[in-house]
């Protein structure tokens, strides 16, 4: 059984930094690209970066210059560097993972969320 968790979320300042981090654990595991979703009260979900497996990233414009996407080695745990938070960028921060597992097949993957609240 493949799991993505995530965790690393929080209250923080505006200006401030947090670094979330998920993990995907099962056997035998080839993960191909992992991203990080956000979705607001009464927004819809969006893509915020994404890395692939040979280390390709892409960002939405409005986090550019302040998210850094980054893997471990083994590549199956990911992390979202975030810098100069803004009250804007409040949401549940989601994991998504794709992937093949040895046996099973391919995987597609969400994480249960990630509260990160930017406030004063």
């Known amino acids: 059984q493949v799991r993505v968790v995530e965790s690393g979320g929080g209250l923080v300042q505006p200006g401030g930094s947090l670094r979330l981090s998920c993990v995907v654990s099962?056997?035998?595991?080839?993960?191909?690209?992992m991203g990080w979703y956000r979705q607001a009260p009464g927004k819809q979900r969006e893509q915020v970066a994404t890395?692939?497996?040979?280390?390709?990233?892409d960002y939405t414009d409005s986090v550019k210059g302040r998210f850094t996407i980054s893997r471990d080695n083994a590549k199956t745990t990911g992390y979202l560097q975030m810098t100069s938070l803004k009250p804007e960028d409040t949401a549940v921060y989601y994991c998504?993972?794709?992937?093949?597992?040895?046996?099973?097949?391919?995987?597609?993957?969400w994480g249960q969320g990630t509260q990160v609240t930017v406030s004063s």
């Open positions: 998504n993972a794709n992937g093949r597992q040895s046996y099973y097949g391919n995987f597609d993957l």
């Open positions: 890395i692939t497996s040979t280390g390709s990233t």
């Open positions: 099962g056997s035998s595991l080839t993960i191909f690209t």
